[in-house]
């Protein structure tokens, strides 16, 4: 009976796939950098990632050392070298040297430790269908992550390093991202530079903030005490109420702007951010209520109860009980009403009219011009986009525990 089964062989498909994944990837990812035309060498990189997934996984997992990974990854490198024609990145070697023996490392090392975690535990002997069925998922969810990491940081990596770019070499080479950092910073950051202090985005970016912050307090002023009676008080409707709080957004935003233009051009409110104030609360207030009211249902009502009888009041108890326990949801729906109202473009395009009024999602549409050179276009979604990243990643973790907390109830 041979000692190699179905787990070895699964492991040299994987690893034939994860050579080929790689050096697709690593080849773009040089090509990106560097400005070289590589093409990626796809069958040498399937044929080095099966020679390395035999290697590695054709021994016990107990001898899998720190050293014979890296044995396996100059086995990769040779097989990838000798089966491209030492062409690894699809140029000769003599070109780009230094940069293409970085991204073969970077290669070798990744296609190595993607295939040793998806095999790790399991080897020669372990042929239990279950132990199947869990490298099939490793290798399905490492994929997965691998899609969703580069569908979320292309585009951004892409859109950085254009802004980074002047018009010249943007028109010269599309696909060259390489930045000569010899031109100074004054150079490298000339479009974001020029969009500060000859496009007013300085004015954008207050703006944008103003009315941001505003909307998220007047949203939760009003969607806290909604939340919490929904969730707590009874009432005639309650139910009904609880279930319909997002049918405003079965109308869709666009049939509600020219009613609305018509009646603040009355009002004298259109070509002011008091108008914007007053419009975004009316679109984030029913999905603050609707997440707000499944946490507060998860709180457990004893706490209230006990408060009610050592005395406090209905506010009190909100202030000192709910409130503090609540914040992680808070915390989440701050964020979520934020984003929305620093990235909403279609009230911002019809109801200001005044450059100085401008919020930074109107102020980057009036940049889609053929008299604006597009890296001044990337710079400026850089900007919208790094402050609400930045928010988004220091508040996580109030973002994913308030979404989830109130799942159980309500």
Request: hydrophobic share 55%.
């Amino acid at each position: 009976m041979s000692r190699f089964g179905n787990i070895f062989y699964l492991c040299l498909l994987f690893g034939a796939l994860w050579g080929a994944i790689w050096t697709i990837l690593i080849t773009l990812l040089a090509l990106f950098i560097s400005g070289e035309l590589f093409q990626p060498q796809v069958t040498a990189g399937a044929l080095a990632g099966l020679i390395t997934a035999g290697v590695l996984t054709g021994l016990p997992p107990e001898r899998r050392s720190v050293g014979l990974r890296a044995l396996c990854g100059f086995v990769f490198i040779l097989v990838l070298t000798i089966a491209s024609g030492a062409t690894p990145l699809g140029l000769p070697l003599s070109i780009y040297s230094f940069g293409q023996l970085v991204f073969i490392l970077i290669t070798a090392w990744i296609t190595v430790q993607s295939i040793h975690l998806t095999a790790l535990g399991f080897g020669p002997g372990s042929e239990r269908r279950y132990n199947i069925e869990v490298i099939c998922l490793r290798f399905i969810k490492g994929f997965g992550l691998v899609a969703f990491t580069i569908a979320v940081a292309l585009p951004f990596f892409i859109m950085v390093m254009m802004s980074l770019k002047n018009q010249q070499l943007l028109l010269s080479n599309p696909l060259d991202f390489s930045l000569n950092f010899s031109q100074g910073a004054r150079a490298l950051f000339r479009s974001y530079i020029e969009l500060f202090t000859q496009y007013n985005f300085g004015t954008f970016m207050l703006n944008s903030a103003i009315v941001s912050v505003a909307t998220v307090c007047i949203t939760l002023f009003f969607a806290v005490p909604g939340a919490y009676a929904v969730a707590r008080l009874k009432f005639p409707g309650q139910h009904f109420l609880s279930r319909s709080i997002l049918l405003i957004y079965m109308v869709p935003m666009i049939v509600l702007v020219i009613p609305l233009y018509a009646i603040f051009s009355q009002m004298g409110m259109r070509n002011t951010l008091w108008g914007l104030m007053l419009v975004y609360p009316a679109t984030t207030i029913p999905v603050a209520l609707y997440m707000l009211q499944g946490y507060f249902r998860g709180i457990p009502a004893e706490l209230e109860e006990a408060g009610l009888m050592d005395g406090l009041t209905r506010l009190n108890v909100i202030r000192k009980i709910t409130l503090p326990l609540a914040l992680p949801a808070l915390g989440s729906v701050a964020l979520y009403v934020f984003m929305i109202a620093w990235n909403e473009f279609l009230f911002a395009l019809m109801f200001l009219d005044s450059v100085d009024l401008y919020t930074l999602s109107r102020g980057i549409n009036e940049l889609q011009s053929s008299e604006v050179p597009r890296q001044h276009l990337m710079a400026g979604a850089v900007i919208a986009t790094v402050p609400v990243l930045t928010l988004f990643l220091w508040f996580e973790r109030f973002l994913v525990s308030g979404l989830t907390a109130g799942s159980v109830k309500g």
